[in-house]
C-alpha cells in the first residue's frame, strides 16, 4: 500500500508562486504571497499564526454557504464550459475560485499528482473518493477512466453528490461515476472491491477510522494506493493521519 499526503504548505506556495525547492518559507512569508496571489478574492482572507506556525482562514467578508457555494459553481461551470470537455469544466471551476467564490477541492496545483497516479494505473482503474463537494476531483480523475474504470464518490450531504454527478455530467465522465450519499463509514460497509485509488478528502477527523475500515474490508486492492488530502504541519497534530 502507498500512502500519499497531499499538504496545504505545498499547495499554497505552488499557488503562490513560492517555489517548493524555497528553503522552507515561514508561514508568514505564505500568508503574504497567497494574499498577494488571491488579493481580488473577497471571500476569505488568509493569516499566520507565527507562535503555531500555521496559516489559518482568519475571516470570511461575507457568510460561506458551502451549499451556495456549490450552485453557484455549477451555473458558473453550466455558463462557462464546454460540454463533454473535461478539461474545460476543470478550467472553468479554476477560473470560479479565483474570480468568485472560494472552493474546497483540490485544485490545478494538486490535481496533477492525482492525474499522474490515475495514469500510472491506467484506464480501467478502480476509484473510491471520500468526499465530493462539487465534483471537482470525481472529474479530473474520471476524464482518464476507460469503459472498464470506475469512479465511487461517497460525500455525506446529498446535495453534493446531486452536484457532483451534475458536473459530471457537464464533463461527459457520468458513465464512470457513481455518487452516493451517507455516513461514511456506513457506505464502506455495503461496497463492494477492491479499489486500486483511494482519495480521502472529506472531514479530516475520519481519515484515520474510514481508512482501517477500507484496509480491514478489503477495499484497497494489492499495491493500492491511498491519497489523503489536506494534512502537513500547517494543520496541526494530524492525529487522524496513520
Known sequence: ?????????????????????????????????????????????????????????????APYSTGLVREAALRWARTHAKPGDPASVLSSLDRFAVEKRFLMNVGDEKGPLLERIVARIGPGARILELGTFVGYSAVLMSRHLGAAGRLVSIDVDPESARVGRAMAELAGTADRCEFLHGKSTLVLGRLDGPFDLVFLDHWKGLYLDDARVILDRGLLAPGGTIVADNVGPLFGDNAYVP
Open 1 to 61: 500500500m502507498r500512502l500519499f499526503a497531499l499538504g496545504l504548505a505545498g499547495f499554497l506556495a505552488l499557488g503562490a508562486g513560492v517555489r517548493p525547492e524555497a528553503a522552507d518559507p515561514s508561514p508568514t512569508d505564505l500568508a503574504r504571497a497567497v494574499q498577494r496571489k488571491y488579493e481580488g478574492i473577497r471571500d476569505f482572507s488568509v493569516i499566520a499564526t507565527a507562535p503555531q506556525k500555521r496559516l489559518a482562514i482568519k475571516t470570511f467578508v
